[in-house]
């Protein structure tokens, strides 16, 4: 099935539209890019393998010496360079995930989430859009309390590239200030739905700066009263908020 198949029945709802990533967003820890780095390690060379690990947990302590890198997932495919071909990096994805769904990956969630989504019942239609297959989401969702909090999951979604197919098919009945997309990494949830005119909230973890957002924090729980604000009022979010130009009907073009 299309991506924008699930898009066109988002955009029937008459309410406005939240878009939540899943990773890092919805999904907090590191245990499922630990997941992938394990898998990874399966695949190289016993003498590299330490090298991968220390890598990864050096971006994700923050250690001013490692490289920027995007993601943790982006994280280890560089430092895996050289080490291990496209193959094998997407079966230790997919591996990933499968040991996702069967509950051996450690989990969180930001603090009154689940309080805070489901408060938006019947406020703001909300969106998991998601780069990762299927499998492990539902059951992620369920572990976090989360799977009342969520109305459609579009996965496998192609973020950046996917939104340029997407967005239109979100906002065919809508303005574009009337979608609001959450997320941690601002090239793939941020950037293109801020450029279509969207409102957008930058989970900023790791202090990148990277673009402009209309909301930016380095936890999603400090978001929430703000997100709120444009739930109950998108038009009046996007006139008081010095990111968006008078609000329009015209959706701006990519």
Partial sequence: MSITTPAILAAQQPLPLLVLDFDGTLCLGDGPVQAYADAVAEQIPEPERAALQEGLAAFLD????????????????????????????????????????????EISSAPGLADFLKNLDGVAFRILLTNAPLTGVPETLATLGLSDAVDLIIHDAGKPAGFTELLPALLQ??????????????????????????????????????????????????????????AQNPAGFASSNPSFSTPSSEKAPL
């Fill in 173 to 230: 009945d809508k303005a574009p200030f009337e979608l609001l997309s959450v997320g941690d990494v601002w090239i793939n949830d941020i950037e293109l739905p801020g450029r279509f005119g969207c409102a957008t909230a930058f989970i900023d973890r790791f202090d990148h700066r990277t673009g402009a957002a209309s909301l930016r924090a380095p936890r999603f729980e400090l978001l929430y009263d703000a997100i709120n604000t444009w």
């Fill in 62 to 105: 923050h250690d001013p010496s490692a490289p920027a890198y995007k993601d943790g997932y982006a994280a280890v495919a560089a430092l895996a360079d050289g080490l291990i071909d496209s193959a094998g990096l997407d079966w230790a994805y997919a591996e990933s995930r499968r040991r996702l769904a069967a509950g051996l990956v």
